[in-house]
């Protein structure tokens, strides 16, 4: 069973900065893929970024592009997303992925909040 630990969440200002934090509980190079999804109320589940956790590939969605950037840390097992000028319509839960060799693998998620 592979657990995903994501911190970091919390309300901010529109224009303002925040950084999720995805702890794994396994080696990351038994993780071929991993990202953030979002989900806002009454929305459908959307893809924010995925990283390749052996090349360190990227990937953003088109609305998230040029402002968040993914990145992970293979010594601690722990990807990242930070998130800068954030507006209104990035609040949503946030929630980490992983395509493991054991199958994929949600967190628990995270909220984010942008608000004046």
């Known amino acids: 069973q592979v657990q995903l630990v994501e911190s970091g969440g919390g309300l901010v200002q529109p224009g303002g900065s925040l950084r999720l934090s995805c702890a794994a509980s396994v080696n990351i190079f038994s993780i071929n893929t991993m990202g953030w999804y979002r989900q806002a109320p009454g929305n459908q589940r959307e893809l924010v970024a995925t990283?390749?956790?052996?090349?360190?590939?990227?990937n953003y969605a088109d609305s998230v592009k040029g402002r968040f950037i993914i990145s992970r840390d293979i010594s601690k097992n722990t990807m990242y997303l930070r998130m800068n000028s954030l507006k209104p319509d990035d609040t949503a839960v946030y929630y980490c992925?992983?395509?493991?060799?054991?199958?994929?693998?949600w967190g628990q998620g995270t909220q984010v909040t942008v608000s004046s």
């Open positions: 990283i390749t956790t052996s090349g360190g590939g990227t």
């Open positions: 992925y992983a395509a493991t060799v054991w199958g994929d693998y």
